[in-house]
T-cell receptor, first 110, second 112 residues
Framework: EDQVTQSPEALRLQEGESSSLNCSYT??????LFWYRQDPGKGPEFLFT???AGEEKEKERLKATLTKKESFLHITAPKPEDSATYLC???????????FGKGITLSVRP | KAGVTQTPRYLIKTRGQQVTLSCSPI?????VSWYQQTPGQGLQFLFE???????NKGNFPGRFSGRQFSNSRSEMNVSTLELGDSALYLC???????????FGQGTRLTVV
């Protein structure tokens, strides 16, 4: 069974203080690892899909990386508007369903 | 282009009733999946449809069902509602291959 563990559960940063969010996974035949951002009361917003170890993708202050066992979402010089819950999900084997972690709640103080 | 549209946004139902939720995927997307999100369990997969066929189903009781129409719009139905069915129900759509999956804003269901 596919499993995703995200850590830490919550993270509080000062504006401008860079950090990384961790997503550890076990999956049989990784097809893709997905990162989403979710604001309270809204649906998840798609950020990235990574497919193979060594792959990296960037979007504004966010950079996602992937190894065979985990993925990191690096946040460079975060701003208060980056405050949200960040979700990681994997898709494995012949299955197209996404298995999600519980999410990391990020708070960025001005 | 328009995103994934879910209706209604909010619902309050009484225990024992049934409910139908609707999802219109992004134009051109033929795959639709449904997820239940609760504070305790996070996002859990309900089922997936492609070209009107259910391709995959999660570990939910038979009270949860769905369907997809020829225009790719999808509905999910929950019968005999229980208090524990209170959750945010999310629909996601993707083109074939699920290289990107886009979610709607969800339907917040409250069972009283």
């Amino acid at each position: 069974e596919d499993q995703v563990t995200q850590s830490p559960e919550a993270l509080r940063l000062q504006e401008g203080e860079s950090s990384s969010l961790n997503c550890s996974y076990t999956v049989s035949g990784l097809r893709g690892l997905f990162w989403y951002r979710q604001d309270p009361g809204k649906g998840p917003e798609f950020l990235f899909t990574l497919y193979s170890a060594g792959e990296e993708k960037e979007k504004e202050r966010l950079k996602a990386t992937l190894t065979k066992k985990e993925s990191f979402l690096h946040i460079t010089a975060p701003k208060p508007e980056d405050s949200a819950t960040y979700l990681c999900a994997v898709q494995g084997g012949a299955n197209s369903k996404l298995t999600f972690g519980k999410g990391i709640t990020l708070s960025v103080r001005p | 282009k328009a995103g994934v549209t879910q209706t209604p946004r909010y619902l309050i139902k009484t225990r024992g009733q049934q409910v139908t939720l609707s999802c219109s995927p992004i134009s051109g997307h033929r795959s639709v999946s449904w997820y239940q999100q609760t504070p305790g369990q996070g996002l859990q997969f309900l089922f997936e449809y492609f070209s009107e066929t259910q391709r995959n189903k999660g570990n939910f009781p038979g009270r949860f069902s769905g369907r997809q129409f020829s225009n790719s719009r999808s509905e999910m139905n929950v019968s005999t509602l229980e208090l524990g069915d209170s959750a945010l129900y999310l629909c996601a759509s993707s083109s074939r291959g699920w290289t990107e999956a886009f979610f709607g804003q969800g339907t917040r269901l409250t069972v009283v």
